[in-house]
């Protein structure tokens, strides 16, 4: 008998503690057919796989499960631990979150020059939130219309925005409108916006080629789409399970130069579906790029006035 538990308990011991695997609900804050969140379930697929009896992530749905100006909300509160989101989407928790999109040094900079962990510190602070991963990077916004412009004027336009464009497109008298990704299409059919901000890519994900004319050139900013987790789950995570979910999240974030291959594509691609470009010469180009940055420092620094100046030394080159 004796002998019995003696070997039991050596059994236990060596295949370490009781199996605990701990599953995690994930929600994308974009429409689930768009190709942000076919390469996160392809990812939630790969750490479903890797991770049993360690981890497993759920993946909930996306805007209709929660809206997409909810979700950070849904993270913050623990509604949800993982949200796939862009800062914009989420100001309503941190207006610090759309300062994001001035980043000119790379995820893969931000991890080695401390942005990493400065956006931690915010993020933790001010909205429980631990940022896993930036899986969008290398991406300039652009503006696109249905009206021909011949120079950066948007006088009796209207534009859907989200508060990536916002200060931008006004500074141009922009009418603005703030809409979900997933409610863009109508507003294009129904033509109740001219014209809207959106990156580069993923813009046939939701057939708005159908519905779009011209593109500007040049683009601004960078995209940031992030995964961002409830802080108190995270933290109660298993040390296991917690390296095993930092170690994947970086693994999917390391896949970011994807996108400059992508970019181009994407770009023939509308060319070929018959969006036109509009371009502006040297000098009106280069002032309305410096321009968009401009406003968006200055705004993040009102928003911010705290974290703006710390995050600009991270994220401006
Ligand atoms: O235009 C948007 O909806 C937006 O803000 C955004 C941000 C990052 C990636 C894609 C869209």
Redesign the pocket.
């Known amino acids: 008998m004796k002998r019995t538990l003696c070997f039991a308990a050596a059994a236990l011991f060596a295949a370490g503690a009781p199996a605990q695997e701990t599953t995690l609900r994930l929600v994308s804050a974009?429409p689930e057919n768009q190709f942000?969140v076919k390469r996160t379930v392809e990812w939630i697929e790969k750490v479903n796989k890797e991770g049993k009896g360690t981890l497993q992530i759920n993946f909930i749905g996306g805007p209709k499960a929660i809206p997409?100006f909810e979700v950070g909300k849904a993270v913050q509160s623990g509604v949800v631990d993982i949200g796939l989101s862009?800062?914009?989407?989420y100001t309503n928790v941190m207006p610090e979150a759309d300062i994001l999109?001035l980043a000119e040094t790379s995820a893969a900079e931000q991890r080695k020059n401390g942005g990493y962990e400065l956006i931690n510190k915010i993020w933790a602070e001010k909205a429980n939130m631990r940022y896993l991963a930036k899986v969008?990077d290398f991406?300039p916004?652009h503006l696109y219309l249905n009206r021909k412009i011949d120079k950066p004027d948007l006088t009796g336009l209207k534009i859907?925005?989200?508060?990536?464009?916002r200060e931008f497109f006004q500074s141009m008298n922009a009418q603005v409108m703030t809409t979900?990704?997933g409610e863009v299409y109508t507003a294009l059919e129904r033509g109740v916006i001219d014209g809207?901000?959106?990156?580069i890519h993923?813009l046939f994900d939701l057939n708005w080629q159908e519905k779009t004319k011209y593109r500007v050139d040049p683009g601004f900013y960078n995209?940031?789409?992030g995964l961002i987790m409830n802080l108190d789950k995270y933290k109660a995570l298993p040390a296991k399970a917690r390296q095993f979910l930092d170690r994947e999240a970086l693994a999917y974030e390391k896949q970011n130069d994807f996108w400059k291959k992508y970019n181009q594509e994407e770009a023939q691609r509308q060319a070929k579906a018959g969006i036109q470009t509009i371009s502006f010469d040297a000098a009106t180009s280069k002032a309305y790029v410096e321009k968009a940055n401009e406003i968006g420092w200055q705004n993040a620094t009102k928003a911010s006035p705290q974290w703006a100046p710390q995050l600009k030394k991270v994220l401006a080159r």
């Open positions: 974009f942000y997409t862009t800062g914009a989407f999109k969008v991406t916004f859907r925005i989200t508060p990536v464009y979900a990704p809207y901000g959106w990156p993923a995209a940031e789409v």
